[in-house]
T-cell receptor
Framework: DAKTTQPPSMDCAEGRAANLPCNHS???????VYWYRQIHSQGPQYIIH???NNETNEMASLIITEDRKSSTLILPHATLRDTAVYYC????????????FGSGTRLQVQP | DGGITQSPKYLFRKEGQNVTLSCEQN?????MYWYRQDPGQGLRLIYY???????QKGDIAEGYSVSREKKESFPLTVTSAQKNPTAFYLC????????????FGSGTQLSVL
């Protein structure tokens, strides 16, 4: 699976959009981009995933660049409850299916 | 309610002791996973299973053992061979197939006395 690079931490003001970047320059054609988040001392929670098209659901939007070498997770109106560690994962979802979680980005939403 | 239940939430191990962490799911998922998380770090895969009576080693399987006798259950034993067992342990499950998302339990914090 391709490796991902994320900033270790970010701050965001409550009510503003949080834009979390992820680089995955070695991504291959059949690999998807997944985002999960982990609130302190809890299990990670799935947010969204995509292959090449932008995706949106009730939690967030995922913007993938045309060359697929990077992506951005957007939380449109961050709240204090969005404070968490956000993991960007790339996986082909074939063979061994278990996802590999790196260190992620610690997002702190400020009041 | 459907979900994954891990127990206990906190567990203490004495030197040389084996301990078993429980993971049960009622989501009818075929695949189950165990991850270890150290403070400030990401998750590392210990073992995973895609079918009853079969499981595969992950990246850090040494010092751990698992069983999958029932679809709903995937217990993890931390053996005395695991010299640094203090960590947060997370169990997850998913359906098989493309792009199936993982559902996680609330974790077990294991500490050594």
């Amino acid at each position: 699976d391709a490796k991902t690079t994320q900033p270790p931490s970010m701050d965001c003001a409550e009510g503003r959009a949080a834009n979390l970047p992820c680089n995955h320059s070695t991504i291959s054609g059949n690999e998807y981009v997944y985002w999960y988040r982990q609130i302190h001392s809890q299990g990670p929670q799935y947010i969204i995933h995509g292959l090449k098209n932008n995706e949106t659901n009730e939690m967030a939007s995922l913007i993938i660049t045309e060359d697929r070498k990077s992506s951005t997770l957007i939380l449109p109106h961050a709240t204090l409850r969005d404070t968490a560690v956000y993991y960007c994962i790339v996986s082909s979802d074939t063979g061994r299916r278990a996802l590999t979680f790196g260190s992620g980005t610690r997002l702190q939403v400020q009041p | 309610d459907g979900g994954i239940t891990q127990s206990p939430k906190y567990l203490f191990r004495k030197e040389g002791q084996n301990v078993t962490l429980s993971c049960e799911q009622n989501l009818n998922h075929d695949a189950m996973y165990w991850y270890r998380q150290d403070p400030g770090q990401g998750l590392r895969l210990i073992y995973y299973s895609q079918i009853v009576n079969d499981f595969q080693k992950g990246d850090i399987a040494e010092g751990y053992s698992v069983s999958r006798e029932k679809k709903e259950s995937f217990p993890l034993t931390v053996t005395s061979a695991q010299k640094n067992p203090t960590a947060f342990y997370l169990c997850a499950s998913s359906r098989l197939g493309a792009n199936e998302k993982l559902f996680f339990g609330s974790g077990t914090q294991l500490s050594v006395l």
